[in-house]
């Protein structure tokens, strides 16, 4: 007997009802639909980490009581990584039951949806999508905005020569700032004579390394753009004050 009519009987005996091909295709397509909307979270999750990643702060990181190697290790944006893997994950479920799927290696198929979310994660933060995804989530999510300014108050240290807030009056040689902790502070500007002063304007957000004369008395060696970097890229670039 051959194996086609095996089948036939087999069908018969066991009244096996047999599924239209669009069935099958309809599947296919719901799977491949998810797997690709898997790796485009995945890729959002890749553009805002890198964001993050961009957004260390080194003089933090050198300053710390903790060590850099904590800080940047501490500065790893965990949650974002952990969003990459499920998305990853469910990419890979979704491709591997495809028609096509089993002639694939699992390695392969992993690869393959890491390496499109990198390189799609990383064409999103050129054109400043991570940007508007963090930004988004910074103003409607209560907790995400909470870990932004958790890593605000890392500057808010002027014992240890780190400063930062927000420029409420510029005078001559000096900055009203007032911090993270709603303190204001007289910043004394020490550069050489005839130097120019970095062009901040009131409103402003800046960070500060130098050092605590007095109560609410600071000496800025070193002035930057202050936490969050990435709402004030490109708008003013680390001036050090010699």
């Known amino acids: 007997m051959s194996i086609s009519k095996k089948?036939?009987?087999?069908?018969?005996?066991?009244?096996?009802?047999?599924?239209?091909?669009?069935?099958?295709?309809?599947?296919?397509?719901?799977?491949?639909?998810?797997?690709?909307?898997?790796?485009?979270?995945?890729?959002?999750?890749?553009?805002?980490?890198?964001?993050?990643?961009?957004?260390?702060?080194?003089?933090?990181?050198?300053?710390s009581h903790r060590g850099s190697v904590v800080e940047l290790f501490s500065a790893f944006p965990y949650l974002w990584g952990v969003i990459l893997l499920v998305f990853v994950g469910i990419a890979y479920m979704q491709m591997k039951h495809t028609h096509t799927g089993y002639r694939y290696s699992p390695y392969v198929i992993v690869l393959l949806s890491v390496g499109l979310s990198i390189v799609i994660g990383t064409i999103f933060f050129f054109i400043g999508f991570g940007h508007s995804v963090d930004r988004v989530l910074s103003n409607k999510v209560p907790k995400y905005n909470m870990m932004i300014q958790q890593k605000a108050e890392r500057w808010a240290y002027p014992e240890r020569g780190l400063l930062a807030g927000i420029i409420l009056r510029?005078?001559?040689?000096?900055?009203?700032?007032?911090?993270?902790?709603?303190?204001?502070?007289?910043?004394?500007?020490?550069?050489?004579?005839?130097?120019?002063?970095p062009p901040f304007s009131v409103g402003d957000r800046i960070g500060l390394v130098g050092e605590k004369l007095e109560d609410h008395v600071f000496v800025a060696h070193k002035i930057r753009p202050w936490m969050p970097k990435r709402e004030m890229r490109g708008v003013i670039k680390m001036r050090r004050l010699q």
């Open 7 to 63: 089948v036939l009987e087999t069908i018969e005996e066991k009244h096996v009802e047999l599924k239209p091909k669009w069935q099958f295709l309809l599947k296919d397509w719901v799977l491949w639909f998810v797997g690709g909307f898997s790796i485009i979270i995945g890729s959002v999750a890749v553009s805002v980490m890198i964001l993050l990643v961009q957004d260390f702060d080194l003089d933090v990181a050198r300053y």
């Open 170 to 197: 510029i005078e001559d040689r000096s900055l009203l700032l007032e911090d993270v902790k709603k303190e204001e502070w007289v910043v004394r500007l020490e550069s050489s004579e005839g130097h120019v002063l």
